[in-house]
């Protein structure tokens, strides 16, 4: 697929890796209009911050949609993990579920960034 962020396989939840201790793991995340993130797995809980939002389409790792997620600029957002499941806990989506692996795709106009802190 060419619509796919070729990320390496350390990389994780993010484009890149920017800060860890024995607390957090911080990760810069920049995904181009158009493009999707390679099937991921959530094993923390975490928040991020939306630097420049967008809509993201999201997908379980069969490829099954699972629904579109619309993340506004300077959006703040905190998900639960649990087990195979994400719940948002925000106020921003609310109760949202998704399965904690899936893929993304932004579906906007314009490159979607993040900064997202995972919990250890």
């Known amino acids: 697929m060419d619509n796919v962020?070729?990320?390496p396989a350390e990389a994780g939840v993010g484009s890149k890796k920017l800060f860890e201790n024995d607390k957090v793991i911080v990760w810069d995340f920049?995904?181009?209009a158009g493009q999707e993130t390679p099937v991921h797995m959530h094993n923390h809980s975490y928040m991020w911050f939306a630097v420049q939002g967008a809509p993201l389409q999201i997908y379980d790792e069969h490829g099954n949609d699972v629904g579109l997620f619309p993340v506004p600029t300077d959006g703040v957002f905190?998900?639960?993990?649990?087990?195979d499941t994400i719940e948002v806990m925000s106020d921003i989506g609310k109760g949202v579920k998704v399965p904690s692996r899936h893929k993304a795709k932004n579906v906007g106009?314009?490159?979607?960034?993040?900064?997202?802190?995972?919990w250890k």
Do not use: F, M, Q
């Open 5 to 7: 962020i070729e990320t």
């Open 30 to 32: 920049v995904l181009p």
């Open 78 to 83: 905190e998900l639960k993990v649990e087990g």
């Open 109 to 118: 106009n314009e490159t979607y960034r993040e900064i997202l802190v995972e």
